[in-house]
C-alpha cells in the first residue's frame, strides 16, 4: 500500500516536472515567434510598394541623397528691364510720310536691315530707316502713311542676349549687399535658377519705396528673362558644405515623426530622420539617409497617402 502511493508521488512529480520543462522550451519560440510577427507587421506597415508606372503617373521625382551646401540667402524683388548699353532708337534723319513698314514689334533684325522707307518732305525722295544692331524689335512708334520727324523714335531695338534685372534693397538691408554677390533669379518658368552677381548698387534711394536699386546684368541667351516682368532673387550671404543633403520637399511627418521616403527596389520605407541646417530648397540630413540613396524628392505627400491606404499590395 505504501509502496503504491510512493510509486503515485513519483509518477506525479515527474509528470508535473516533464509538462513545466515542455512549457518553458515552448515559450520563448512563441513569444520568438510573436515578436518577429510584430516587427513584419510594423515594417510592412512603415513600406509602400510603387511601381515605375505608378511613380510616372504620380508625378513622384526620385534623386539621390548627396552632399550639398545650404545657403543663407535674402529675398529680393526686381523686374527685369532690357541692357541698356544694348539699345538703340532708331529716328528719322527728315520728316516725311512713311512709305513702307518692313519690321513689327518681336521681329528679329540684323544690323543694316531696312526697318522703314519714309518719303522726305523736303526733297520728296524716299529713304531707308536701318538698324543700327542686331537685336529684337521691342517698340514700334510708326504706321504706314504717318507723318515722322527727327522729334520721335520710330523704332527701338533691344539686343536682348543680355537684359538688366533691377532689384529692390530695402534700406535695413542695404549693409549686407555688395558689389560682386552672387544672386540666384528665379524666372518661374519651372526650369532651374539663373546664376548671376551683382554688378552695380545704387548711390541714391527711392524716396517712393525707401529702397535702393541693386543691378545684376544677367545672359539670356535662351530668353528666358523677359523685359517689363517682375521677377524674384535670391542673394546669397553664406553658404556652408553638408555630408548629405536632400530637397525639402522630402520631409514628411508621420505620428509626429518626421521622416523621408527612401526607395528600395519597388517599396518606399518611411525613414526617420534627424535635421540639421536648412535653406529654402534643401535640408541636410544627420541620421537616417546615407549618401547614395534613392528617395522621393518630390510629391513625396503621394507616397504618404498610399502609405495611409495600406499600399503596400499594389500591384499596377
Same mark, same amino acid.
Given at each position: 500500500? /505504501?509502496?503504491?502511493?510512493?510509486?503515485?508521488?513519483?509518477?506525479?512529480?515527474?509528470?508535473?516536472?516533464?509538462?513545466?520543462?515542455?512549457?518553458?522550451?515552448?515559450?520563448?519560440?512563441?513569444?520568438?515567434?510573436?515578436?518577429?510577427?510584430?516587427?513584419?507587421?510594423?515594417? #510592412?506597415?512603415?513600406?509602400?510598394?510603387?511601381?515605375?508606372?505608378?511613380?510616372?503617373?504620380?508625378?513622384?521625382?526620385?534623386?539621390?541623397?548627396?552632399?550639398?551646401?545650404?545657403?543663407?540667402?535674402?529675398?529680393?524683388?526686381?523686374?527685369? #528691364?532690357?541692357?541698356?548699353?544694348?539699345?538703340? #532708337?532708331?529716328?528719322?534723319?527728315?520728316?516725311? +510720310?512713311?512709305?513702307?513698314? &518692313?519690321?513689327?514689334?518681336?521681329?528679329?533684325?540684323?544690323?543694316?536691315?531696312?526697318?522703314? +522707307?519714309?518719303?522726305?518732305? =523736303?526733297?520728296?525722295?524716299?529713304?531707308?530707316?536701318?538698324?543700327?544692331?542686331?537685336?529684337?524689335? /521691342?517698340?514700334?512708334?510708326?504706321?504706314?502713311?504717318?507723318?515722322?520727324?527727327?522729334?520721335?523714335?520710330?523704332?527701338? +531695338?533691344?539686343?536682348?542676349?543680355?537684359?538688366?534685372?533691377?532689384?529692390? !534693397?530695402? &534700406?535695413?538691408?542695404?549693409?549686407?549687399?555688395?558689389?560682386?554677390?552672387?544672386?540666384?533669379?528665379?524666372?518661374?518658368?519651372?526650369?532651374?535658377?539663373?546664376?548671376?552677381?551683382?554688378?552695380?548698387?545704387?548711390?541714391?534711394?527711392?524716396?517712393?519705396?525707401?529702397?535702393?536699386?541693386?543691378?545684376?546684368?544677367?545672359?539670356?541667351?535662351? #530668353?528666358?528673362?523677359?523685359?517689363?516682368?517682375?521677377?524674384?532673387?535670391?542673394?546669397?550671404?553664406?553658404?556652408? =558644405?553638408?555630408?548629405?543633403?536632400?530637397?525639402?520637399?522630402?520631409? =514628411?511627418? /508621420?505620428?509626429?515623426?518626421?521622416?523621408?521616403? !527612401? &526607395?528600395?527596389?519597388?517599396?518606399?520605407?518611411?525613414?526617420?530622420?534627424?535635421?540639421?541646417? &536648412?535653406?529654402?530648397?534643401? !535640408?541636410?540630413?544627420?541620421?537616417?539617409?546615407?549618401?547614395?540613396? !534613392?528617395?522621393?524628392?518630390?510629391?513625396?505627400? /503621394?507616397?504618404?497617402?498610399?502609405?495611409?491606404?495600406?499600399?503596400?499590395?499594389?500591384?499596377?
Amino acid at each position: 500500500m /505504501i509502496q503504491g502511493l510512493i510509486r503515485y508521488l513519483v509518477f506525479v512529480l515527474v509528470a508535473a516536472a516533464l509538462v513545466y520543462g515542455g512549457y518553458r522550451m515552448l515559450t520563448p519560440a512563441t513569444t520568438k515567434t510573436t515578436e518577429t510577427e510584430k516587427a513584419e507587421k510594423e515594417e #510592412q506597415q512603415a513600406s509602400v510598394v510603387l511601381s515605375d508606372a505608378k511613380i510616372a503617373a504620380a508625378g513622384i521625382e526620385l534623386a539621390k541623397a548627396s552632399p550639398g551646401v545650404l545657403h543663407d540667402t535674402l529675398l529680393l524683388n526686381g523686374m527685369v #528691364q532690357p541692357n541698356q548699353e544694348s539699345l538703340v #532708337q532708331i529716328t528719322p534723319r527728315f520728316p516725311g +510720310i512713311v512709305r513702307d513698314v &518692313r519690321k513689327r514689334i518681336g521681329d528679329r533684325v540684323q544690323k543694316g536691315d531696312v526697318l522703314a +522707307i519714309v518719303e522726305s518732305n =523736303q526733297s520728296l525722295t524716299p529713304y531707308e530707316l536701318k538698324a543700327a544692331l542686331a537685336g529684337t524689335v /521691342i517698340d514700334r512708334q510708326t504706321t504706314l502713311g504717318e507723318y515722322v520727324s527727327e522729334q520721335k523714335p520710330a523704332f527701338v +531695338i533691344a539686343d536682348l542676349s543680355t537684359v538688366w534685372v533691377d532689384f529692390s !534693397v530695402y &534700406r535695413r538691408d542695404l549693409t549686407r549687399v555688395n558689389i560682386g554677390d552672387q544672386v540666384l533669379i528665379d524666372p518661374a518658368d519651372g526650369g532651374p535658377a539663373i546664376e548671376a552677381k551683382i554688378s552695380y548698387l545704387s548711390p541714391v534711394g527711392s524716396s517712393d519705396t525707401q529702397s535702393a536699386l541693386a543691378r545684376a546684368v544677367v545672359p539670356n541667351s535662351e #530668353q528666358r528673362l523677359r523685359p517689363g516682368l517682375f521677377i524674384t532673387g535670391r542673394l546669397i550671404l553664406s553658404a556652408k =558644405q553638408v555630408a548629405v543633403a536632400v530637397k525639402s520637399s522630402a520631409l =514628411q511627418t /508621420i505620428e509626429n515623426r518626421t521622416v523621408v521616403f !527612401v &526607395r528600395d527596389g519597388e517599396k518606399f520605407e518611411a525613414r526617420d530622420v534627424e535635421i540639421g541646417e &536648412r535653406d529654402p530648397d534643401f !535640408v541636410e540630413i544627420t541620421f537616417g539617409v546615407l549618401e547614395g540613396d !534613392v528617395y522621393a524628392a518630390k510629391n513625396s505627400f /503621394i507616397v504618404k497617402a498610399e502609405l495611409a491606404k495600406g499600399g503596400a499590395g499594389d500591384n499596377d
